[in-house]
């Protein structure tokens, strides 16, 4: 049985006074196996968050379908909601005049967790999740990321089989990050299937076993991360400045070189190159020509997009 | 499920929420010296009009008024947690929504109990009314009832402001002025016209404060059940509408993403 499965799943919003309806999602169809930490990549306004809420019954579809461990989120929205935890991104979603202590307290109540359990099963996440010493203070007083990891105690407290993550580390600092997604990493181990959405593509290559696109709604490709991570330095950019017009002749023709263009910003020139292996002798060739103002960045997530679905032959 | 757990903890969010409003000197000397100061004024219009029977009738009907104006606070704090962002996940949380809510919004008819007993015993005191401890105790149990059918209102005034949040105060400001104006507080209410006195039988506070009249007169117990009984069922009316209407919302707001808009 797949843990989550969607067939043409679409969802529209009425958009101004005039009757018009804005898609927010287009025909999906996704499945994720059970135990599998799946990402869903895409830019802000991608359709990511519409489809989690959608997978958690928080909103209903238009059309399509779409099942949680075999239940249908229409039909069987009652036992869905006993097997699926949520953990938005932010600060919005907790009670701030309450302990930590006092909001899973009244979460476990929420999810009918047995009260005997509740006290043993809240000081296990609290240890887990690192604020077993804080749990006593109101949540008012915690920083960004003491508030998300509490996020994620609320999300497990009910003991989710499935959990959705929506832009979880929107917002923390790189230390914080860091030890949430360790604690993904953990849930993964335990059998936890986690539909993870985020726009960064570093948080998807750590913790994903495999990374669905999106953008405008519509499911755009499924790759396994390291296939992205593929793109992502096959399509590496150089920004240089001072290059003679015979240097940036010699460079269009070289192998592995996608183009050379006029920087987006200052005075010099981008090479984005189609081959990562082309790097280093494109930066070898720089240095000896005397050419001392380098910058390399990867591309953008909507520029991997652009090469990606461009070099299948679809319409981004 | 176990309901009364969760309106428990509900509970104790409301409480925090208000411990977060009022600290007990802000309570004391900004809530009910402005609570008092309103109903001093209308128990001295009273006095200026030189009728005994009128000063006593501005003094209940305010007494018990302040406690239903207060209660009714519980509409604003049904919008709560659209601010906060619990909303959402209240309504997909298995125990639901009316638990929680109920839970989160009950302090306020408490505190409706205490500023309308409070305002009743500085009254009492201040303008000499005569009150019998056997009067008082039977009068307790229906300020009570008063403060939790205007409960019953304020849910679904606050089913319907937790759409449109924005209107949350204006609700709150016109609900209060109706009851004030209307249900019998400065005149009986069957000094309005016949439409309007019809239309507030159907209001909270309007049995209540009769039956509260009527156990201070000596009207007879079966007057004073008979209005009772009636404030109970006009409360208990609009509590099970108020729930139904909450959950619709909720429904309505999954299908049309009204579930997560603060407007």
Same mark, same amino acid.
């Given at each position: 049985?797949?843990?989550?499965?969607?067939?043409?799943?679409?969802?529209?919003?009425?958009?101004?006074?005039?009757?018009?309806?804005?898609?927010?999602?287009?025909?999906?169809?996704?499945?994720?196996?059970?135990?599998?930490?799946?990402?869903?990549?895409?830019?802000?306004?991608?359709?990511?968050?519409?489809?989690?809420?959608?997978?958690?019954?928080?909103?209903?579809?238009?059309?399509?379908?779409?099942?949680?461990?075999?239940?249908?989120?229409?039909?069987?929205?009652?036992?869905?909601?006993?097997?699926?935890?949520?953990?938005?991104?932010?600060?919005?979603?907790?009670?701030?005049?309450?302990?930590?202590?006092?909001?899973?307290?009244?979460?476990?109540?929420?999810?009918?967790?047995?009260?005997?359990?509740?006290?043993?099963?809240?000081?296990?996440?609290?240890?887990?999740?690192?604020?077993?010493?804080?749990?006593?203070?109101?949540?008012?007083?915690?920083?960004?990321?003491?508030?998300?990891?509490?996020?994620?105690?609320?999300?497990?407290?009910?003991?989710?089989?499935?959990?959705?993550?929506?832009?979880?580390?929107?917002?923390?600092?790189?230390?914080?990050?860091?030890?949430?997604?360790?604690?993904?990493?953990?849930?993964?181990?335990?059998?936890?299937?986690?539909?993870?959405?985020?726009?960064?593509?570093?948080?998807?290559?750590?913790?994903?076993?495999?990374?669905?696109?999106?953008?405008?709604?519509?499911?755009?490709?499924?790759?396994?991360?390291?296939?992205?991570?593929?793109?992502?330095?096959?399509?590496?950019?150089?920004?240089?400045?001072?290059?003679?017009?015979?240097?940036?002749?010699?460079?269009?023709?070289?192998?592995?070189?996608?183009?050379?263009?006029?920087?987006?910003?200052?005075?010099?020139?981008?090479?984005?190159?189609?081959?990562?292996?082309?790097?280093?002798?494109?930066?070898?060739?720089?240095?000896?020509?005397?050419?001392?103002?380098?910058?390399?960045?990867?591309?953008?997530?909507?520029?991997?997009?652009?090469?990606?679905?461009?070099?299948?032959?679809?319409?981004? | 499920?176990?309901?009364?757990?969760?309106?428990?903890?509900?509970?104790?969010?409301?409480?925090?929420?208000?411990?977060?409003?009022?600290?007990?000197?802000?309570?004391?000397?900004?809530?009910?010296?402005?609570?008092?100061?309103?109903?001093?004024?209308?128990?001295?219009?009273?006095?200026?009009?030189?009728?005994?029977?009128?000063?006593?009738?501005?003094?209940?009907?305010?007494?018990?008024?302040?406690?239903?104006?207060?209660?009714?606070?519980?509409?604003?704090?049904?919008?709560?947690?659209?601010?906060?962002?619990?909303?959402?996940?209240?309504?997909?949380?298995?125990?639901?929504?009316?638990?929680?809510?109920?839970?989160?919004?009950?302090?306020?008819?408490?505190?409706?109990?205490?500023?309308?007993?409070?305002?009743?015993?500085?009254?009492?005191?201040?303008?000499?009314?005569?009150?019998? +401890?056997?009067?008082? &105790?039977?009068?307790?149990? %229906?300020?009570?009832? /008063?403060? =939790? $059918?205007?409960?019953?209102? @304020? !849910?679904?005034?606050?089913?319907?402001?937790?759409?449109?949040?924005?209107?949350?105060?204006?609700?709150?400001?016109?609900?209060?002025?109706?009851?004030?104006?209307?249900?019998?507080?400065?005149?009986?209410?069957?000094?309005?016209?016949?439409?309007?006195?019809?239309?507030?039988?159907?209001?909270?506070?309007?049995?209540?404060?009769?039956?509260?009249?009527?156990?201070?007169?000596?009207?007879? +117990?079966?007057?004073? &059940?008979?209005?009772?009984? %009636?404030?109970?069922? /006009?409360? =208990? $009316?609009?509590?099970?509408? @108020? !729930?139904?209407?909450?959950?619709?919302?909720?429904?309505?707001?999954?299908?049309?993403?009204?579930?997560?808009?603060?407007?």
């Amino acid at each position: 049985m797949l843990a989550i499965e969607t067939k043409g799943l679409s969802r529209s919003y009425a958009s101004g006074n005039e009757g018009k309806s804005l898609l927010a999602l287009d025909d999906v169809s996704l499945q994720v196996e059970q135990g599998e930490v799946r990402g869903l990549l895409g830019p802000n306004g991608a359709g990511k968050t519409t489809l989690v809420k959608i997978l958690s019954t928080v909103l209903l579809p238009s059309g399509g379908r779409a099942s949680i461990l075999g239940e249908d989120v229409v039909q069987n929205t009652r036992a869905v909601r006993s097997k699926i935890g949520i953990v938005f991104g932010g600060d919005r979603g907790l009670y701030n005049n309450l302990t930590a202590r006092q909001n899973l307290e009244y979460w476990a109540a929420l999810y009918d967790v047995p009260a005997k359990e509740t006290k043993l099963r809240i000081d296990r996440l609290l240890a887990r999740v690192g604020l077993t010493e804080r749990a006593s203070q109101r949540v008012s007083g915690y920083s960004r990321g003491m508030k998300q990891r509490l996020h994620l105690a609320r999300g497990l407290v009910a003991g989710a089989r499935v959990l959705f993550l929506d832009e979880p580390t929107m917002g923390m600092d790189p230390m914080a990050a860091r030890d949430f997604r360790q604690i993904v990493h953990d849930l993964r181990g335990e059998g936890c299937t986690v539909l993870l959405t985020t726009h960064d593509m570093r948080e998807a290559e750590a913790l994903c076993d495999k990374v669905a696109l999106i953008d405008r709604g519509k499911l755009l490709a499924v790759e396994k991360p390291a296939e992205l991570a593929r793109y992502v330095a096959k399509y590496e950019r150089i920004d240089v400045e001072g290059a003679s017009e015979t240097l940036l002749a010699t460079l269009r023709t070289h192998g592995g070189v996608a183009t050379v263009n006029r920087a987006p910003q200052g005075d010099g020139h981008r090479i984005e190159l189609a081959d990562g292996a082309a790097h280093r002798s494109i930066l070898a060739l720089l240095v000896e020509t005397g050419v001392t103002s380098i910058t390399t960045s990867r591309p953008s997530l909507e520029e991997v997009y652009v090469h990606l679905i461009g070099d299948r032959g679809l319409e981004v | 499920m176990s309901w009364s757990r969760v309106y428990r903890h509900g509970l104790a969010v409301g409480a925090a929420d208000f411990r977060d409003f009022w600290s007990l000197k802000s309570w004391l000397f900004g809530w009910m010296l402005r609570i008092l100061t309103n109903a001093f004024a209308w128990v001295l219009l009273g006095r200026v009009l030189g009728s005994h029977d009128r000063q006593s009738f501005l003094l209940v009907g305010n007494a018990v008024a302040v406690g239903a104006t207060s209660a009714l606070w519980a509409s604003n704090a049904c919008t709560w947690a659209r601010y906060d962002g619990t909303h959402p996940l209240l309504v997909i949380a298995p125990s639901g929504l009316a638990a929680a809510t109920l839970g989160r919004t009950s302090i306020w008819p408490v505190n409706g109990i205490a500023t309308s007993i409070a305002t009743f015993l500085v009254l009492t005191l201040a303008f000499g009314y005569r009150l019998t +401890v056997h009067a008082a &105790l039977a009068a307790f149990p %229906l300020v009570v009832l /008063v403060c =939790a $059918s205007t409960f019953g209102f @304020a !849910l679904f005034m606050g089913a319907v402001v937790g759409r449109w949040t924005r209107l949350r105060n204006l609700a709150l400001d016109v609900s209060g002025t109706l009851l004030m104006a209307f249900c019998g507080v400065a005149v009986p209410s069957s000094f309005w016209p016949a439409p309007m006195n019809a239309a507030v039988q159907f209001l909270p506070l309007t049995h209540g404060l009769l039956a509260i009249r009527g156990v201070l007169n000596d009207a007879g +117990v079966g007057v004073v &059940l008979r209005q009772a009984s %009636l404030e109970a069922v /006009v409360g =208990a $009316s609009w509590l099970v509408l @108020a !729930l139904a209407l909450m959950q619709r919302m909720a429904e309505r707001g999954r299908a049309d993403g009204s579930i997560e808009l603060v407007v």
